[in-house]
């Protein structure tokens, strides 16, 4: 059988954990942040994991990450 491509786009967002969760960044960080608060602002900072719903679909798009 052939290799599977890695979804390229997806394998620069993403990250692994220890414990095989993936970790993503928020979004809407981006521009027009002078309507957000401060405390919004600092909390998009943070990294968080990706919800169980979707991690089938991340592994399909990155096999080997």
């Not at 414990?19 to 943070?46: D, E, M, P």
Request: a positive charge.
């Amino acid at each position: 059988m052939p290799k599977i491509k890695t979804c390229r786009a997806a394998a620069k967002r993403f990250k692994k954990t220890g414990t095989g969760k993936l970790v993503r960044n928020k979004a809407y960080k981006s521009h027009i942040l002078t309507k957000k608060s401060q405390k919004r602002k600092r909390n998009l900072r943070k990294s968080t994991v990706v919800d169980a719903t979707n991690l089938k679909a991340m592994r399909k798009a990155m096999p080997y990450i």
